[in-house]
């Protein structure tokens, strides 16, 4: 019996060693990938990285903690580096009780994390620190951090309020990428807006428009920045139209305002949708050329409207028209593009060249910026938006219904030049374009263009 009480105790002793070993390479484990999940401002967080379990007493009401930490490694030329990391072994959830408003709460934590981490990368690069000094230079962040997670908890409510949390997270992104060079500039209109986060840019076109369109969905909310290219309106009832486009839609508790933006027609609106429950807000800029349309909607918030609109107001304060002449000067120095060669077409063949089949100055077909000079020459870049680069035979310009030339494509960003000197007038139309090969289209010969209908030249020689 004595001899039998020994095994099951040295059984159990046996145990707890295996146990305690086993833990101790599950924990060595943990200074990898197991135990510390490296954090991005575009990682995504998981219910499976809260990996300790839910405590027995929560005092606070808590319903998930997560644990952040800024570490340091050295990268190969020794230099130190901080990164953000989730302790999964010390971050836990409430089974009973989250959501994902609750999981989004918890990874804008980590995102305030890595904020800390953005400074002190750039105190390490600045100032040259060694690792050990990036370490002691880490607590000091730290210690600026922590107040802001605090307080992020606080305004927020752990995620109850939605509209302080969506403000809070574009107030977050918004720190991020306040270095980074997010792509949200048209490069030919020169438009922009600023958006927190990088936006999804995309090309819309019927027979009747086209649009270049930068939007961003997040927040519960939509930023939306169009630029429509060759819209031609009746800048007289612009306002009312749109006002009755909207009414058309059913929208209700329509308010409008007219005014101008340095010089150039502005309309803004406000209206609701009540189908959907939300509010949109639009202010669109004229040009007499291209119409610039910005565009918030967001769900409808007693509590949260003022937060809303106030986000609203500083997407549309954030408009701008870049003057993007020195970009295009440079790319134009730098790419020289092909030849151009003038076409001689006996006068009663130019009407091959079919043009304009739906508006009277533009196929929609292209983006553009307006014509440049450099040195001698004019320049206009382009770019097909109906056509892909493989599928366009050449480049045409036809200058006031007379003058062709014929340019090879070299680009799908195509840069059009001609001497001034074939600038004969003093006003000149320039319709330029490109022809796209016969086997990719049923129109051949189909001028895909648009048109400057009054380009002024210095022309001295010129007499009626």
């Avoid at 500083?314 to 120095?333: G, H, I, N, P, V």
Wanted: proline share 3%; hydrophobic share 35%; net charge negative.
């Amino acid at each position: 019996m004595a001899n039998l009480v020994k095994l099951k105790i040295l059984g159990i002793v046996f145990f707890l060693i295996l146990l305690v070993v086993s833990y101790a390479l599950f924990d060595s484990e943990s200074n990898g990938n197991l135990r510390f999940k490296e954090w991005h401002p575009d990682s995504t967080l998981y219910i499976g990285d809260f990996m300790k379990s839910e405590p027995f007493f929560r005092w606070d009401g808590f319903d998930a903690r997560i644990a952040t930490h800024i570490l340091i490694r050295k990268s190969e030329n020794g230099i130190p580096y901080a990164y953000a990391a989730i302790d999964r072994f010390n971050s836990w959830y409430n089974e009973d009780n989250h959501s994902p408003h609750l999981l989004n709460h918890e990874a804008y934590h980590a995102n305030i994390t890595s904020i800390g981490v953005k400074i002190l990368n750039e105190k390490i690069r600045n100032d040259n620190l060694s690792y050990s000094e990036a370490l002691n230079e880490r607590d000091r962040v730290v210690q600026i951090i922590i107040p802001k997670q605090k307080e992020y908890d606080r305004i927020t409510n752990h995620s109850i309020n939605q509209s302080l949390q969506h403000y809070w997270e574009y107030k977050v992104d918004s720190t991020l990428n306040h270095v980074v060079e997010l792509d949200n500039i048209d490069k030919f209109s020169g438009a922009t807006a600023y958006f927190p986060k990088q936006p999804e840019i995309f090309i819309q076109k019927d027979t009747f428009m086209l649009f270049k369109v930068f939007q961003l969905e997040k927040y519960e909310m939509k930023f939306r920045f169009i630029t429509k290219y060759d819209h031609y309106v009746d800048t007289t009832n612009y306002e009312n139209d749109f006002v009755k486009f909207l009414a058309s839609l059913n929208f209700r508790d329509i308010s409008s305002h007219k005014t101008n933006y340095d010089g150039m027609l502005m309309v803004e609106t406000h209206c609701t949708d009540t189908v959907y429950n939300r509010r949109f807000h639009d202010r669109i800029i004229y040009d007499n050329t291209h119409e610039y349309q910005l565009t918030v909607f967001h769900p409808l918030s007693p509590d949260g409207d003022s937060i809303y609109n106030m986000l609203a107001t500083r997407f549309f304060e954030s408009f701008a028209l870049k003057d993007m002449t020195a970009f295009w000067k440079q790319e134009y120095q730098e790419h020289k593009p092909m030849e151009i060669r003038n076409v001689t077409v006996p006068k009663a063949e130019k009407g091959d060249f079919k043009t304009f089949t739906s508006l009277p100055y533009s196929d929609c077909s292209i983006t553009y910026h307006q014509p440049l000079t450099v040195d001698n020459e004019i320049i206009i870049p382009f770019k097909s938006e109906r056509h892909e680069f493989i599928d366009i035979d050449e480049v045409l310009v036809i200058i006031n219904n007379d003058k062709i030339f014929s340019q090879k494509v070299d680009s799908i960003n195509q840069i059009v030049h001609l001497n001034s000197d074939e600038f004969e007038k003093p006003v000149n139309k320039i319709q330029f374009g490109y022809i796209a090969k016969s086997d990719s289209i049923n129109d051949t010969f189909h001028l895909y263009s648009s048109v400057i209908q009054e380009y002024q030249t210095s022309n001295k020689h010129y007499h009626p």
